[in-house]
């Protein structure tokens, strides 16, 4: 992230700043105040993606499945691992099926694949472990009922963008199965 440096206002010939000097100076403040609450508030952890302790990782992340799959009775709901905001909702011919992409902020977002349908839209606010934003299916090129997870860094197949390892997203939360703690 960028931001402009604001010009310092030129001195007047009698030594004091223009009088706009100060209303200028407010936005650049109030931006840095807003970053900061932002910071502070954002949650630290994330959360297991699905309803249901008895669920499991089914195939971590590796270099040919940049994911984590969780396996969980078709129908489980599936939760968002960080509150944020959905930025795509519905079917994509990918493999994935029934899918929703949610935007967390700071370049953040993750996906969630294989609905048997989506309970979200585009533009939705989706609070971690909370708002339910799909159900456990097998839709798209999956061969059972799973979630399979991914964490991007930019947007979603985006050049430029990519994916990182989903498991220290999710390796907490209410829902998180004992075998995990
Ligand atoms: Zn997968």
Request: glycine fraction near 12%.
């Amino acid at each position: 992230m960028a931001f402009r440096v604001l010009r310092a206002p030129a001195p007047q010939p009698d030594g004091r700043t223009p009088a706009g000097s100060r209303v200028r100076r407010v936005p650049m403040a109030a931006l840095l105040a807003v970053l900061l609450v932002g910071a502070v508030a954002a949650p630290a952890s994330a959360a297991w993606p699905v309803a249901s302790r008895s669920s499991y990782i089914s195939q971590y992340f590796h270099r040919g499945h940049r994911a984590d799959d969780i396996a969980a009775s078709r129908g489980t709901r599936i939760v968002p691992i960080r509150t944020g905001r959905v930025v795509f909702a519905g079917w994509k011919s990918n493999c994935g099926g029934y899918q929703v992409w949610v935007y967390h902020g700071s370049g953040l977002y993750t996906a969630y694949y294989h609905m048997s349908h989506e309970t979200s839209w585009k533009g939705r606010w989706v609070t971690r472990s909370t708002t339910t934003i799909g159900y456990v299916g097998a839709t798209g090129c999956a061969t059972g009922p799973h979630t399979h997870v991914e964490v991007w860094k930019g947007y979603p197949w985006r050049s430029g963008s990519y994916r990182v390892n989903p498991y220290g997203y999710i390796d907490s939360g209410s829902y998180l199965p004992l075998r995990y703690r």
